[in-house]
């Protein structure tokens, strides 16, 4: 019996010292953001400098030039898109992708590569599996990164792309994404329209935003005001706005007229009173004056 006590108590020491982490040398890190309607996500290992030479010709360079990278460490760094991008000149399906690069002094190859099972092993690299296959020119950083990191930001105005960049040592590579939403909105707007009166506004300053059909637009919107909050000034505005790229610079000057006394009795104008009287005087400037009547 007390022999048996012992084995248990030794297995269930075995058990707690299994048990204890630490922490990893290359801790795991994930970013992500959305561009347009598309989600991007990044998953990777983030290996330190610990007094190393990262990039260079030669092997006493961690990541010697010209030689596949697996880009981080332990299973390399995936990237994950929820709808079809494109990246360069390659159309990139949704799904996730290994990104692989060959760093040079002067130039890049990036690599998004279509079998995620591979991991770090680049030795199981084949050509005929890459998604995408481009150069970039690399950038010399003022400020050291201490620890491998993957960003994605640059996201433009009109949220069609954004840039992935990844940056260690003195040494930064970016590549962009660029995202097609509109299909996706077209196919909301026809059907929400339908269901939602509410959706109307969303769809009159999509259309706006974008150039669309404005007659449409304004339709939407005058229809989204009228089933909807009739004293919310910001909607009238860019009714307003709408006339007024229509060159209706009657219409446009009573409806901002009309936005801009709305905007001076809420408890906040959020901008609009000036908005509003900017607009109004444009108009002004604009639109062609009445000639004066002529005394008999």
Do not use: C
């Not at 990104?99 to 279509?114: D, R």
């Not at 040592?169 to 077209?186: A, G």
């Amino acid at each position: 019996m007390k022999k048996v006590l012992v084995i248990l108590m030794i297995a269930i020491g075995f058990a707690a010292e299994a048990q204890i982490q630490t922490p990893a040398a290359s801790p795991s890190g994930s970013v992500s953001t959305t561009v347009g309607l598309t989600e991007v996500k990044v998953n990777y290992s983030r290996p330190k400098i610990k007094g190393r030479k990262i990039f260079g010709s030669g092997n006493e360079f961690l990541v010697p030039f010209g030689q596949l990278w697996r880009t981080g460490a332990n299973n390399g760094t995936v990237i994950n898109f929820s709808d079809d991008v494109k990246i360069e000149n390659y159309e990139v399906k949704k799904g996730e992708y290994l990104v692989l690069t060959i760093p040079n002094a002067t130039e890049w190859t990036v690599i998004l590569y279509s079998d995620v099972a591979m991991g770090g092993n680049t030795a199981a690299y084949t050509q005929a599996k890459d998604a995408a296959r481009f150069t970039v020119k690399p950038e010399r950083l003022a400020e050291r990164v201490e620890t491998f990191t993957v960003n994605i930001g640059d996201i433009s105005d009109d949220n069609t792309q954004a840039k992935v960049q990844i940056a260690w040592e003195n040494t930064s590579v970016k590549f962009p994404i660029t995202v097609d939403y509109d299909v996706k909105v077209m196919k909301a707007i026809e059907s929400g329209t339908k269901v939602s009166p509410g959706n109307y506004i969303a769809a009159a300053n999509y259309y706006f935003e974008t150039g669309k059909d404005l007659n449409k637009a304004l339709e939407w919107m005058t229809m989204g005001i009228e089933n909807g909050n009739k004293e919310a000034f910001w909607n009238i505005h860019t009714k307003a706005k709408i006339q007024y790229t229509l060159k209706d610079y009657n219409g446009a000057l009573l409806t901002a007229q009309q936005s801009l006394e709305l905007a001076k009795k809420a408890p906040s104008d959020f901008g609009y009173i000036k908005l509003n009287e900017d607009l109004i005087n444009k108009i002004n400037a604009e639109k062609p004056q009445t000639p004066a009547k002529k005394k008999k």
